[in-house]
């Protein structure tokens, strides 16, 4: 919201450059098993949708907060080489 024209092409093309993942049925169940096994540390949605895709779609998860993820087995984080 509130962009210039050229933030919204470069935003875009910044976008691109990454995979896209569906929100499917396994990706729901995922979450909302994650959300009631972790709910005691009341983890934010955004947070449990991130860990829920990257769960079941194996990929690296790049974050500047890794403690938002730290108590959730099976999570890969990206380490840059």
């Known amino acids: 919201a509130g962009m210039k024209k050229g933030e919204v092409r470069n935003t875009r093309q910044t976008l691109n450059k990454f995979d896209v993942y569906a929100l499917d049925n396994e990706v729901s169940e995922r979450f909302l098993s994650l959300m009631l096994e972790h709910y005691q540390k009341r983890p934010g949605l955004p947070d449990m949708l991130i860990a829920a895709t990257v769960l079941v779609y194996p990929a690296e998860l790049f974050t500047l907060n ?4 730290d108590y959730i087995k099976g999570i890969q984080l990206y380490r840059p080489k």
């Open 66 to 69: 890794s403690k938002d993820f």
